[in-house]
């Protein structure tokens, strides 16, 4: 083969390599691209502010340096960690749903654990009086109703009143559009706190500059804060998470569907808690003469002890193979599941009914509004649907430019 055929042939692959490729856990977003560094990956920029510090660090198992946890690469390097402190799922992300988790001591390093999704969701002034400085480092999935953001607020909360240092150690978000409508604080919850779109479309750091610049903390206080940010990083690059941020987001495929499948959460229709292969499917017992694909829920302890339809055959929809990346491409999630199912659901007085779906909070609370199950039942095309949620999200966008961090 001459040399010229060679350098043409280099040419050609190089074009033509898919962007996408990845391998594994990889996190580099493109293969010409430079890898994506998250916050954490950066020692070397926050070890000075940390060392000969009495450290507090809010972490679960997707809190990493390279592939070792955090808590593991900082005690290594020397860095005294004297408290951890867990979100929602625990320290080490084996705990269901909405379960309180319990403060606890870690068998490797002996380290106390404060749980802040049990009998509190705070730091204490009595758990921060030992410390003299904080780390975040959690890796969010920028959807409205995944509480990470609310367990930052609540750490900048303490630190802001209790006057510690808050060093964010920032990660990609593997949801980084903007879309759904914005939350009427009216139904304000603790699956929706913020005045904001279902999907946010901001970094951990981000949201944590906004909250602060919002006077979103009480008495419009100011947490002192410090952002590691990622290098390398676009909101319009696709990222791999490395590892699973909760037991029922166990894939890739579910944390891309989760902002557009976790609606369901508010209806009679299962989202595949109970199974492998959670927020990946769609299905109940009565749709059996619609559907051909079936999964049947059964308890699994660490994921879903009661789940929705439990034992019982649903019927529904596959979306494990379903292109999820169209949806970060198009900055969109996708409506279309849910007025499908609506209409094929025989029920419909009972689609929207919490008391009967046992779910974690009811339809207009996830949605942020009581438009969008009126509009589902009065058969509303999506299109217009979607304009109802203006001027709300173009004011929303406006607001969050001021914050970001990375174009």
């Known amino acids: 083969m001459s040399l010229k055929f060679d350098f043409i042939f280099l040419l050609f692959g190089l074009v033509f390599l898919p962007s996408g490729l990845d391998i594994g856990f990889t996190r580099k977003p493109a293969l010409l691209n430079k890898p994506i560094r998250p916050g954490a990956d ?3 920029k926050y070890l000075p502010y940390i060392k000969n510090k009495r450290v507090g660090i809010v972490m679960n198992q997707t809190s990493t340096i390279g592939n070792k946890l955090s808590v593991d690469s900082l005690l290594s390097h020397g860095v005294h960690i004297k408290t951890i402190f867990g979100p929602e799922h625990g320290f080490r992300g084996n705990a269901s749903n909405g379960a309180k988790v319990r ?6 390093s002996g380290i106390p654990i404060i749980s802040l999704y049990g009998t509190k969701r705070k730091p204490s002034k009595e758990d921060l009086d030992s410390l003299d400085i904080m780390i975040f480092d959690i890796q969010d999935v920028g959807c409205r109703f995944y509480t990470i953001i609310n367990t930052l607020y609540e750490v900048m909360e303490s630190c802001a009143r209790y006057n510690k240092r808050l060093i964010i150690l920032d990660r990609p978000n593997p949801n980084g559009y903007v879309d759904g409508p914005v939350l009427d604080m009216k139904l304000k919850s603790g699956i929706g706190k913020f005045p904001i779109p279902i999907t946010h479309g901001m970094t951990i750091g981000e949201f944590a500059q906004m909250i602060n610049g919002e006077g979103w903390l009480t008495d419009k206080a100011k947490c002192d804060i410090d952002i590691i940010k990622v290098e390398n990083y676009r909101h319009d690059m696709p990222y791999i998470l490395p590892v699973s941020p909760s037991p029922n987001l166990n894939t890739q495929q579910s944390v891309l569907l989760y902002p557009s499948l976790c609606l369901f959460e508010g209806t009679i229709i299962s989202q595949g808690r109970g199974t492998l292969m959670p927020f990946t499917v769609l299905g109940n017992p009565y749709l059996n003469k619609v559907y051909d694909f079936s999964f049947k829920p059964v308890s699994i302890p660490g994921m879903s002890e009661t789940p929705l339809h439990e034992n019982k055959t649903c019927y529904g929809i596959d979306l494990r ?3 999820a990346k169209k949806l970060h491409k198009s900055g969109r999630i996708n409506l279309s599941w849910l007025i499908e199912i609506y209409k094929a659901y025989p029920f419909k007085e009972k689609f929207f009914d ?8 009811n339809f207009d609370k996830l949605a942020g509004t009581t438009n969008l199950r009126e509009q589902i039942i009065d058969g509303v095309p999506e299109n217009d649907i979607r ?3 203006e001027p709300q999200l173009t004011a929303y966008k406006a607001i969050r430019k001021k914050y970001l961090l990375y174009p």
């Open 42 to 44: 950066q020692i070397e």
């Open 103 to 108: 403060n606890e001591i870690d068998p490797n």
């Open 321 to 323: 193979d379903y292109d």
């Open 354 to 361: 919490a008391s009967q779906s046992n779910q974690i909070g």
């Open 387 to 389: 304009k109802s949620w």
